[in-house]
């Protein structure tokens, strides 16, 4: 049973960065990766073969929004999310339980799972483990993500506790009905990966990622951060997680970030991520480059004939200039929302090279510096031009 095996290639001398391989049933995947969310089996607005072109190793899917249109059940008809959506790379699916506790105010917990109305039409439904693994099998990705129970940013540390107690209970029964669904299926199964919590609290973190780990998953998460906590509590609670996973895991962290904070955690031993970041932000006009966020819509680029990033290579640098996509956005062509996350996507892809490159050539932090210095000014820059028109 090796449908899936992480390999280390590199690890950096000066900090926790690590360049290494992972094998799924759909192919290898290099990381550090990024991994674009394709929210409803789609990464909005771009087609398969857009994202083929941007170097798209894996892509993420949403179980909650996948369960409530069209289906798991219509998915597996389909022959699972890889045909449906025709795309033949490999894909993690979440568990849902995010949106669940971010998109309902009516969710109920309880010891067997999480009771919740569909945003869609008001309907009920529940999330237990087994039936999380049952979806998202049927879905059929190479990396699915066991039940979690998130807390928000402040919370008390009574809730926390709770919260992560109900985290390791619910990742066991998930792992004992990942296990029986693995046996019954005749095609190559996917790898369930632990979510690690405990909110802010070092102690309730290090619990949590010492319960899980006694689980055994082939892989570990650490979710509920990014929420508004204090950017030095996050980066302790990271450094405590990946101090505790043994070095031959992956670890994701999952829905961060900006480019800054990507770097910080690969820097940390992170080796997955995923973030609407560039594709959201491109929809609204706000591009990432090399020299920071460009904000299309300003008036200075009326007349401005250059590419986005001029040392980009994506189809949309290599082809249009900046006067062309503001007067797109301006006009409301929905070309404009195609080309601007080609860009930006296309820029974390990069990112990412650069970073493995980096570590395989023993100079993380040096390029980090490099990249950060370049990146920080000229968004400094940026927004005060933008205060300025
Ligand atoms: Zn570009």
Redesign the pocket.
């Known amino acids: 049973m090796d449908n899936f095996q992480f390999t280390i290639v590199k690890k950096d001398g000066k900090s926790s960065a690590r360049v290494g391989v992972i094998k799924t049933p759909h192919g290898e995947v290099n990381t550090p990766i990024f991994m674009p969310v394709g929210t409803q089996a789609s990464v909005k607005t771009l087609s398969n073969e857009d994202l083929k072109e941007i170097g798209a190793e894996i892509i993420l899917g949403n179980t909650y929004h996948l369960y409530l249109r069209p289906g798991h059940e219509l998915v597996k008809r389909a022959g699972g999310l890889h045909k449906f959506m025709s795309w033949d790379r490999p894909i993690l699916t979440d568990s849902g339980g995010f949106q669940v506790f971010s998109l309902n105010s009516l969710t109920k917990i309880t010891e067997e799972g999480v009771r919740f109305q569909s945003h869609l039409d008001g309907s009920y439904h529940m999330f237990t483990p087994e039936k999380v693994m049952e979806i998202q099998h049927a879905l059929g990705a190479d990396i699915i993500m066991a039940l979690d129970e998130p807390v928000l940013y402040p919370c008390s540390e009574e809730q926390a506790s709770t919260a992560n107690r109900r985290t390791v209970n619910w990742a066991e029964r998930c792992l004992s009905a990942h296990n029986e669904l693995r046996d019954n299926e005749s095609k190559q199964p996917p790898a369930l990966f632990g979510i690690i919590q405990g909110g802010t609290y070092p102690e309730l973190r290090k619990a949590s990622a010492e319960a899980l780990l006694k689980l055994g998953f082939p892989g570990y998460a650490i979710g509920g951060l990014s929420l508004g906590e204090p950017k030095s509590a996050t980066w302790e609670m990271v450094e405590l997680c990946t101090d505790v996973v043994p070095q031959e895991k992956p670890r994701y962290l999952m829905g961060v970030g900006t480019p800054e904070d990507i770097l910080e955690a690969i820097s940390l031993g992170v080796d997955m991520f995923d973030c609407v970041l560039p594709t959201r932000n491109a929809r609204n006009a706000s591009l990432f480059t090399r020299f920071g966020k460009l904000i299309i819509k300003n008036s200075q680029y009326a007349e401005d004939f250059s590419p986005?990033?001029p040392e980009?290579e994506?189809s949309?640098?290599r082809n249009y200039t900046r006067a062309y996509l503001r007067h797109l956005f301006n006009t409301g062509e929905i070309s404009a929302l195609r080309l601007a996350t080609v860009?930006s996507l296309?820029?974390y892809m990069d990112l990412m090279k650069w970073a493995r490159k980096a570590i395989l050539e023993d100079r993380f932090r040096e390029w980090k510096e490099e990249f950060l210095s370049r990146y920080q000014t000229d968004q400094t820059n940026e927004e005060n031009q933008m205060e300025n028109t």
């Open positions: 986005v990033d980009c994506c949309t640098c860009h296309h820029f």
